[in-house]
DNA sequence: GTAAAGACGTATAGATGTGTACGATTTTTG
DNA sequence: CAAAAATCGTACACATCTATACGTCTTTAC
């Protein structure tokens, strides 16, 4: 199979695990379920990926690349950092509670070695923290915000982001928000952030 | 078996069951296992549960029950609602990133079917919420904080209060947080919550 | 074009789970 | 104390998953 073709394949058949995932569970995700889903056979998946955890440590491992090239794109504009930090709250959340990063954090809940969630929180929170902590030093010395520190900024706006809704996706009781509901959301997370961090 | 003997019996069992859950994740938590483990047979198991998920939903209601006993507590206690208002962030951080609920949401996050989350969502939020936006009323009154409303005071201290600490200790990559931990992180909420809500 | 490599489908062994059945033993009831 | 009920432990049928093996077919490389 020629390089292009197999990197078609594999992502094909890790877009097909997610979606076995989402509607069997972590647990109804068998490797023989996927092969058949994916007409892939279960041999190759065992020599590809090794074993279902590797599986889905490949899955959040390129999650996490598509979810850190998203957020970089909104930092990088050449616009006002309040701008960009409402940007940034949008696509955190639409990733946040997409369906992937939901099925990924089901499948880190069911995993009790504790690698996939690992492997979640060091492709994102670990990687998209620090910028967030930068993005709020850029409003700071922009005069906007009179915070504490930096990183309690970030904590404080990430907490009035997200709230419960992360947790009330995972276990299955939010439907995932519209564009309109996340962008109305995000406006009233950044009157409150301005309301709590802004200058006297 | 007599009835308060049995009714130890299965709060034994259902506690049986969450040890293992905790150690071996929610697929690893066979009926097999928990009878083992608890010293019963499986039989009496599927006799009294009829299968593992019911036997879960009886661990999140007494779960449940047992929570909403606690914040009542707290909230009958004869003190002063911003006094009521510390102990029932203490007791929220307590309960919700203590190891019974978060293996029980990781069973909800396991569970495709749904039913573990909406329980979680009934015994839990629905019942707390409410509480939360009363207790936030009583604040209001006493003239300690004036937000646009109270159910939005609510959103707000809960998502500063609670902020992703549920979602990493779901997939498992934060600890139980110590008694002192909470209380420090209670204190820095609730002068987050002050600034946000303060009367002007 | 032909040989090598790899993917597919099926088959397989071994392990484990679910839900039920059945004696042996213990506990409750009268 | 004796009969009845319930639990325990084991066994069972059935299904499924994991991980591997093998023959066939397609694709790649020379």
Redesign the pocket.
């Known amino acids: ?2 390089a292009e ?2 990197d078609k ?1 594999r992502s094909e058949i890790e877009s097909v695990a997610l979606e076995v995932m989402r509607q069997r569970g972590y647990e ?1 995700a ?4 996927i092969a058949k889903a994916a ?6 998946l ?3 990926y090794g ?2 955890q590797q599986l889905f440590l490949e899955i959040v491992k390129s999650n996490a690349a598509d979810a850190e090239a998203a957020l970089d794109k909104a930092l990088a504009a050449d616009l006002p950092p309040e701008n960009i930090l409402e940007e940034m709250g949008k696509r955190m959340l639409h990733l946040l509670l997409g369906e992937r990063a939901v099925a990924l954090n089901r499948a880190a809940a069911s995993d009790a070695s504790g690698h996939l969630g690992a492997a979640i929180a060091k492709g994102g929170r670990e990687r998209v923290f620090p910028k967030i902590v930068m993005l709020m030093g850029a409003l700071r010395k922009a005069g906007l915000i009179d915070p504490p520190n930096d990183e309690q900024a970030a904590k404080w706006f990430l907490g009035l982001l997200i709230g419960d809704l992360q947790t009330r996706r995972i276990i299955g009781t939010l439907p995932q928000p519209t564009r309109t509901q996340i962008n109305d959301h995000v406006e009233t997370t950044l009157q409150a952030f301005y309301r709590l961090c802004g200058p006297r």
Chains 1, 2 share one sequence.
């Open positions: 199979m020629r073709r197999k394949r109804g068998s490797m023989l379920n007409k892939a056979s279960n041999e190759t065992y020599r590809w074993d279902k």
